[in-house]
């Protein structure tokens, strides 16, 4: 990288070879000596990651190159639009919120960065007033600063920003970001190619620990759970073959996490901003990615690029009206505006929400009819067929035991373990199973599977395959017949009254299962 024909070099490498002993330097882990660590613990609760570590970072640190090997050769057009970097923050951490800025600044090319915008959401920290103000006037970069008057959110702070901002694209970062060397052209040059095309960095995680630097991985996309959370995945077969293996071409993403994304100044107004009835923090990251696939866009992981963000276990702020309200609200708007009857999905299994005020979304339906944007059914078949929410199924909700009255119950287990049988709650939740086309037996991302001679049944995976997750429900009889072992679902044995068996078919009461909503022909 820094090949010497100087005598000026000599001094520059020295400093580059001191620099990068200090703490952090080159991304790796600090780690905070005993005698510290009551002290650090404390500061953690501030912002909810190692604030102690991350003081000790220089706030222009040199990190790894992490890129794959032909990604570091690829050629980009001179001529690429130029980017606004928007970055929205409530009682960000100083050292996080510089290193940021720095990160863009330092790995940047600055004819690309038309400037920094920085928007603060109604923060009570002093140091981010005038402190911040004085400090960034003397950066290389035009950095802005905007305040909100009250606390908003991180939906309509990013509006705010992206109003006042200049560039032909608009780039958003989270608050304790670390750009890496080279992140910035490839997303702007897939912008050039295709001004419909939104594109996120591979997201690297920085320890919220130990502030270690880790490369992600160009292996996984985005999805979402029933419950709506946003989950990463595997990027499936299908995906790799149209790139034809080569990785270092983008993904496409059925979604996107969120907070790191380029769009085009132009597009993001046509395809119609955020939803600014969304509060605080939750749930615009599926609005925008059904939106872009459904009104004609197209959404991307430009595994070229890597970004840096420090993932956290809590959330270290307030959400004025309660977090769970705030996100529900959030969510049923997405639901109610752009999922159609696949909403049920999320309504069945939180049946609280469907009581939550989620105000009016008159404006954004009429956005979608005047995009005239595709159904859900759509984007689930065309753009996430590995959906976790099946596009065509049989039955959703509990499925109940004639003779004993119970009902099937995943007990909030994970992927490798028992399924459950408890009494039936009619609350949703963990008692929510899909029957699907494909005759799988769903709880959300797992799949009843089994694989051995009587039983057990264990949750896996869905593979999609049918193989050992094939069910035949059987209308008439009621029973529920694994086809592989050719054995029916049972109740539980007098050994373990929690979990149901696999029986030989016999047609007894304790074989014949009720499926809710169950409807054949779907
Ligand atoms: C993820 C996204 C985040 C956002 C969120 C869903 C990544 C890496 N992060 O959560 O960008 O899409 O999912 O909404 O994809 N903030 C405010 N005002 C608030 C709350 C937050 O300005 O009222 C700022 C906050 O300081 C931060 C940004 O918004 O800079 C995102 O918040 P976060 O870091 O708590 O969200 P995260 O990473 O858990
Ligand atoms: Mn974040």
Redesign the pocket.
Known sequence: MFVCICVLCVCLTAVISRNQEGPGEMGKAVLIPKDDQEKMKELFKINQFNLMASDLIALNRSLPDVRLEGCKTKVYPDELPNTSVV??????AWST?LRTVYSVINRSPHYLLSEVIL?????ERDFLKLTLENYVKNLEVPVKIIR?EE?????R??LRGAAASKGQVIT??????ECTLGWLEPLLARIKEDRKTVVCPI?DVISDDTFEYMAGSDMTYGGFNWKLN?RWYPVPQREMDRRKGDRTLPVRTPT?????FSIDRNYFEEIGTYDAG????????LEMSFRIWQCGGSLEIVTCSHVG????KA???T?PGGTGHVINK?NRRLAEVWMDEFKDFFYIISPGVVKVDYGDVSVRKTLRENLKCKPFSWYLENIYPDSQIPRRYYSLGEIRNVETNQCLDNMGRKENEKVGIFNCHGMGGNQVFSYTADKEIRTDDLCLDVSRLNGPVIMLKCHHMRGNQLWEYDAERLTLRHVNSNQCLDEPSEEDKMVPTMQDCSGTRSQQWLLRNMTLGA
């Not at 970055?87 to 960000?92: A, P, S, T």
């Not at 928007?119 to 923060?123: E, F, T």
């Not at 969304?278 to 990251?285: F, H, R, S, V």
């Open positions: 970055i929205v923050f409530h009682n960000e919120l928007v603060d959401d109604a923060s909100m606390r908003s959110g991180l939906i702070a990013r958003f970062l989270d608050a304790h970001c997201i946003f996107m996490a969120g907070g790191l969304m509060d605080i923090w939750g749930g615009e990251n963000h420090v993932f956290r959330t270290p702020y959400f959030n």
